[in-house]
Nanobody
Framework: QVQLVESGGGSVQAGGSLRLSCAGS??????MGWFRRTPDNQREVVAG????????YYADSVKGRFTISRDNAKNTLYLQMDGLKPEDTAKYYC???????????????????????WGQGTQVTVSS
């Protein structure tokens, strides 16, 4: 059983930083990612990683500003968010997929419906 718990959300001004954490995944292989819920209630990928290799991928909108990482010893996934913009305001979720893919090309192509484990989300609000 994988139970994911996010923390680290909050309110910041534009240009500020936050670091999100996601604890609880004991998986040693597979893909994990951060998603956020858009104003039209869709979950869009923000960033993802392959657990075994540490390979990463990012949505174009956050490249150069966000960094995803995982501390395998602590079973914790992180999302460092710098240069935050008002349009980054959303509820952020971490997720892990069940099939334990081990390839960045597959992980980066997965949509939210292919992730079987989700946290409860943490709110990020960026004011201008």
């Amino acid at each position: 059983q994988v139970q994911l718990v996010e923390s680290g959300g909050g309110s910041v001004q534009a240009g500020g930083s936050l670091r999100l954490s996601c604890a609880g995944s004991t998986l040693s292989t597979g893909c994990m990612g951060w998603f956020r819920r858009t104003p039209d209630n869709q979950r869009e990928v923000v960033a993802g990683t392959v657990i075994r290799s540490g390979a990463t991928y990012y949505a174009d909108s956050v490249k150069g500003r966000f960094t995803i990482s995982r501390d395998n010893a602590k079973n914790t996934l992180y999302l460092q968010m710098d240069g935050l913009k008002p349009e980054d305001t959303a509820k952020y979720y971490c997720a892990a997929e069940r099939r334990q893919y081990d390839d960045i090309r597959i992980c980066s192509a997965l949509g939210p419906t292919e992730y079987g484990y989700w946290g409860q989300g943490t709110q990020v609000t960026v004011s201008s």
